[in-house]
Structure formats: structure tokens, C-alpha cells
């Protein structure tokens, strides 16, 4: 019998790069997994491979305190520590074994043995060893995200990690358990593929969006029923201009919206933040064709909200709300349209913004406090 023929694939032109690592994600829900070694580094992943549901046996001849401490941080009794040399019985039966001896003939010994018994193994600050690494990891279970820089440079994957979880809304993992339980009657309700595909869609831009509260029944009838959801306006406040100084709710709500309503003289760094698909209307003296007068703001952004888009009025200066979102607020809540806002921070030295005014020291608690009753005097 020939033997099949394994062609080599050009991954490049295939439309896929080639990957240093593949991200794979694992069940170890009621699985045995071992950690050889009782330092700091094996104690972090004993609780990790514990909060992933697996049963950890811990094999040292001396512990660290964070080790130690290690059984009485997780439930279930899931970390067992054995004051003992390891010996090849204790790894027979495991799906992954931690290897955190410091001594290097030893470890590779370990590894060999681990691998022989079929298990994924990880050997700490030896890469060479590894079957499996242990990345950064954004934890809002159940969405888990890894990141990974192939040993090249840990501290930029936590750095990236702190990044994202910023971007993330505080709400999601509800949402996301949410849509767990939600799955078999979609699936009922919705045969057609494209349907169901629709419907992920809009709850996605739903969990998204700066007015997102907790997810109901009611959201489901009305996701089901192909609805957008309820609109509303965010008031974003970008400071003095500087990309860098944006709160991480301003980017929020910026990256949810679908109608952005901008002063002129916001900078196209801070618009770049807005999705791609987001309408952009400018506002003010330099563009006098789109909603000159102040009312026609915020009648153009009731009609959007009343529509279920998700309206941003973003303003650039150094006095907190303009004077005309005290109308607009209270005409909004009139019309029973949700409004937020988001205060910004505010310039901490004289500079000329993007919005070409000069700007004097003020605290972010003021600029906050001021737009805070601005809104509470119409409320």
C-alpha cells in the first residue's frame, strides 16, 4: 500500500500567516493535573489549573507561603499539596503536568516522563521543554482571551492584556452567559442559518453598547423579533483634545456608536476611535451645512436615538458641557430617550488642543463635579 502524499501548503497565499504558537483552549473541568515544584511561579499556576476546574496535586520538598496558601484559595479542596520527591507513579494518570524544578537534569527528566504517560506538559523558565505555554489571560469567564508572544516579551502580553480588558464593557460576562442559555431556543426559533447568524449579530451590538444594562427575557423577545434595540445618547466630553487623555467610557462609547455628532475642531485621532461604520456628522462653525442651531442638535439626536441608533455628541473644550445639552438633556428624557454622560479630564497645564483654544489648569474632580449638576439641574 502507497503511503499518502503530505504536500507542503504555502500558508502566506493561503491567506493565513504563519502562527509561532497555535491558540488552543482546554477543558480541564474534573481532570487531574500535577505541579512538580512548590515555588511563587508553580503556586500562580496551581491556582489557575484549580480555577479551570481540574484537580491539582502539588509534589515538592518544600513550599513557598503563596503555595502554602494555595489549598485555602480555591473551593472544593481542588489543591493538594505532598510534602515528597516526585517519582514517576505521581504523573501516570495526569492530563497536564507543571514542571518547576530547579534543577535542570531533574526537570528534563520529568518532562521525558510526563510525556511518555501522554500528558501536555509546561516546564517553568525552561521554553525549550514546553508542549503548552501559559500566556497573558483577560478573564471574563466565560470569555477567556490568550495572549501570547512566544517567550519573546511577557511584560508586552500583560501590558496588551491591561489594554484590553480596559475595552472591555464591566457587563459582558452577563451577556455572554446569557447567550449560553439562550442558544437551544435560538436554535429552535431560528432554523435558517443566516437568521441565526443575524441574531448573534444584533446581540453583539447590543452587549456592546454604552446603555447595555442587564440582559432579560425582554431582550431576547426582542433580539428574536429583529429588533436593534433601544437607542440612546452619550455625551462625551474628549478634554483638551489628546488622544491620550480619553476615559476608557469615552472609548466605549465611541467604538458602540452608530451616529457620532462632533465639534469641528475634534482632532481626527479621537475620531479614529469611532467604528468604521459610525455616520459622522460634524458640529459648529466649521461646517455650518450639518445642524446649525443648537435645538437642531438635539432634535437630529433624539430622531436618530428614536430610531435605536446609538448617538455620541462629542465636544472638545474647557468648560465641561456646552450650553446647549441643558435643553437637550431635558428634551431627551422628555422624549424617554436614555442619556448618559461622560465627563472627560481636563487640560494640566496652558496648551493649544486640537480644538486650537488656549486652555488654563483645571482639577478633573471640578470638570467632573460641573458636568454632573449640569445634568442633575434637569433631571
Do not use: Y
Not at 479551570?52 to 502554602?68: K, L, P, Q, S
Not at 443566516?194 to 451590538?205: G, H, I, S, T
Amino acid at each position: 500500500m502507497s503511503r499518502p502524499e503530505h504536500r507542503s501548503i504555502d500558508t502566506r497565499a493561503a491567506g493565513l500567516a504563519p502562527l509561532a504558537v497555535l491558540p488552543v483552549f482546554v477543558r480541564l473541568r474534573g481532570e487531574r493535573a500535577v505541579v512538580l515544584g512548590g515555588s511563587a511561579g508553580a503556586a500562580w499556576k496551581a491556582r489557575l489549573l484549580a480555577s479551570a476546574g481540574a484537580r491539582v496535586d502539588v509534589i515538592a520538598t518544600e513550599f513557598c507561603d503563596e503555595m502554602r496558601a494555595a489549598p485555602g484559595a480555591v473551593p472544593d479542596g481542588r489543591v493538594a499539596l505532598h510534602a515528597r520527591a516526585w517519582s514517576e507513579d505521581d504523573v501516570h494518570d495526569a492530563r497536564i503536568v507543571i514542571v518547576a524544578l530547579d534543577d535542570a537534569a531533574d526537570a528534563r527528566r520529568a518532562v521525558g516522563v510526563a510525556r511518555k504517560c501522554g500528558a501536555m506538559v509546561n516546564a517553568v523558565d525552561r521554553s525549550e521543554l514546553c508542549d503548552v505555554q501559559f500566556g497573558a489571560i483577560v478573564n471574563r469567564s466565560p470569555l477567556v482571551i490568550g495572549i501570547s508572544t512566544d517567550g519573546a516579551a511577557p511584560v508586552l502580553a500583560q501590558t496588551l492584556r491591561s489594554r484590553i480588558e480596559a475595552l472591555i464593557p464591566t457587563g459582558l460576562a452577563r451577556w455572554l452567559a446569557a447567550a449560553k442559555s439562550w442558544r437551544a431556543e435560538v436554535a429552535e426559533r431560528l432554523p435558517a442559518m443566516p437568521a441565526r447568524r443575524a441574531f448573534w449579530l444584533r446581540l453583539a451590538d447590543r452587549a456592546f453598547a454604552a446603555h447595555a444594562g442587564e440582559p432579560s427575557r425582554r431582550d431576547l423577545d426582542d433580539l428574536l423579533a429583529g429588533g436593534a434595540g433601544p437607542g440612546g445618547i452619550t455625551v462625551v466630553d474628549a478634554g483638551p483634545g489628546d488622544p491620550e487623555l480619553l476615559t476608557l467610557a469615552a472609548v466605549r462609547a465611541l467604538r458602540s456608536a452608530d451616529v457620532v455628532l462632533h465639534d469641528a475642531g475634534v482632532s481626527s485621532e479621537v475620531l479614529a476611535f469611532a467604528r468604521r461604520e459610525a455616520r459622522m456628522l460634524p458640529i459648529g462653525a466649521a461646517d455650518r451645512r450639518v445642524a446649525p442651531r443648537l435645538d437642531a442638535v438635539g432634535d437630529l439626536m433624539i430622531r436618530f436615538a428614536r430610531e435605536s441608533k446609538r448617538v455620541v455628541r462629542l465636544t472638545c473644550g474647557p468648560s465641561g458641557v456646552p450650553g446647549w445639552t441643558t435643553e437637550g438633556i431635558a428634551a431627551a428624557r422628555t422624549a424617554g430617550v436614555v442619556i448618559t454622560i461622560v465627563p472627560g479630564v481636563a487640560a494640566v497645564s496652558p496648551a493649544r488642543s486640537d480644538c486650537r483654544e488656549k486652555f488654563v489648569f483645571s482639577s478633573v474632580s471640578t470638570r467632573m463635579a460641573d458636568m454632573r449638576a449640569e445634568a442633575a439641574r434637569v433631571s
